[in-house]
């Protein structure tokens, strides 16, 4: 077992997982569409994608987004992907993810890590477990 962080050489079978993530939330499958957009987001350097691996298999993986938090005046990690293969659920590879998550804001110096998710995602068990607090301000989102 072993954290990998996303390189060229290794992005399309990060992909294949990241695929499955977006069919979890409706979206059609498109594996060609998903390997061109993890390879942007590395090639512009906009996100740091995880993978987890079992026996030279990929079976989770998350991708943070670096932002800032105005009001802290320091920077953050958004975890917006965080994805576990259905037959690797409940080993605890979305914690060991987490927790790598954590430990590069440390290392950074960031000041926190956010976490977007469905309402009804099951995970929110073990986000609340690894200390998240649910954010009860008021949020909005204007589809364009």
Known sequence: MAITYATPDNISLLAVLFDKYRQFYLQDQNLRAA???????????????????????????MQLY???SSVSMQHIYLLNDLFVDFNYRNKGI????ILEAKSMCQKNGYSGLAIQTAKDN?????????????????HFFMKL
């Open 94 to 97: 979305g914690k060991a993810l």
């Open 122 to 138: 099951p995970a929110q068990k073990l986000y609340k477990s690894m200390g998240f607090v649910e954010d009860t301000d008021l």
């Open 66 to 68: 670096p932002l800032f």
């Open 35 to 61: 390997t061109h957009f993890l390879k942007e987001r590395l090639e512009k350097d906009e996100s740091v994608i995880i993978g987890f691996k079992i026996e030279n298999q990929f079976v989770g993986f």
